[in-house]
Antibody, heavy 121, light 110 residues
Framework: EVQLLESGGGLVQPGGSLRLSCVAS????????MSWVRQAPGKGLGWVSG????????FYADSVKGRFTISRDNSKNTLYLQMNSLRAEDTAVYYC??????????????WGQGTLVAVSS | QTVVTQEPSFSVSPGGTVTLTCGLS?????????PSWYQQTPGQAPRTLIY???TRSSGVPDRFSGSILGKKAALTITGAQADDESDYYC??????????FGGGTKLTVL
């Protein structure tokens, strides 16, 4: 069974940094694209960032480009999201999601349970 | 800026059939966009229903089906049940590693 377990969320001040982690199990992690998706309180889902299976290609939504960095450690079956220069509008539940085999997250299946990031002074 | 469009809300009677759609602010949706659909109830993580237009995720009942209808992707739910009452999101893959979510459809079963 595929499992994705996020951690690292919490309360951070505007301008601060946070690193999210997602530990994967139940599949060959190094063969699949991965993504982060977020959901602000009371709002819809929004794609944040994706990474290829090998970790050499990364992709970002315009809203986070230059501030967030996605990475992965295939030896540890772990996906990361380094979030810098955080803003109030980054407040959301962040979900880790498995993509298809290969480089691009054309879809997301399955999802982790999410971790809450709150940006506030 | 490409916008993915969904009906904000929809209602269906128990046992009925409903089709939710997913379109583009400009242009037509095709299989090249790998349309996918997700179900979410309040406080829960999203659940994948359909990916690559019409492939059901593991464990999803065949009451849920995906297709292209005209210029849009579509999610059809047949024999609607009370626990189908949820928010439904579509995603379109825009290429170059970028995916865009629709705004979601709140489905009421009554």
């Amino acid at each position: 069974e595929v499992q994705l377990l996020e951690s690292g969320g919490g309360l951070v001040q505007p301008g601060g940094s946070l690193r999210l982690s997602c530990v994967a199990s139940g599949f060959t992690f190094s063969s699949y694209a991965m993504s982060w998706v977020r959901q602000a309180p009371g709002k819809g889902l929004g794609w944040v960032s994706g990474i290829s299976a090998g970790g050499t290609r990364t992709f970002y939504a315009d809203s986070v480009k230059g501030r967030f960095t996605i990475s992965r450690d295939n030896s540890k079956n772990t996906l990361y999201l380094q979030m810098n220069s955080l803003r109030a509008e980054d407040t959301a539940v962040y979900y880790c999601a498995k993509g298809p085999y290969g480089d691009y997250s054309n879809w997301f299946d399955p999802w982790g349970q999410g971790t809450l990031v709150a940006v506030s002074s | 800026q490409t916008v993915v469009t969904q009906e904000p809300s929809f209602s269906v009677s128990p046992g009925g059939t409903v089709t939710l759609t997913c379109g583009l602010s400009s242009g037509s949706v095709s299989t090249s966009y790998f349309p996918s659909w997700y179900q979410q109830t309040p406080g829960q993580a999203p659940r994948t229903l359909i990916y690559a237009t019409n492939t059901r995720s593991s464990g999803v009942p065949d009451r849920f089906s995906g297709s292209i209808l005209g210029k849009k992707a579509a999610l059809t739910i047949t024999g609607a049940q009370a626990d189908d009452e949820s928010d439904y999101y579509c995603v379109l893959y825009m290429g170059s590693g970028i995916s865009v979510f629709g705004g979601g459809t709140k489905l009421t079963v009554l």
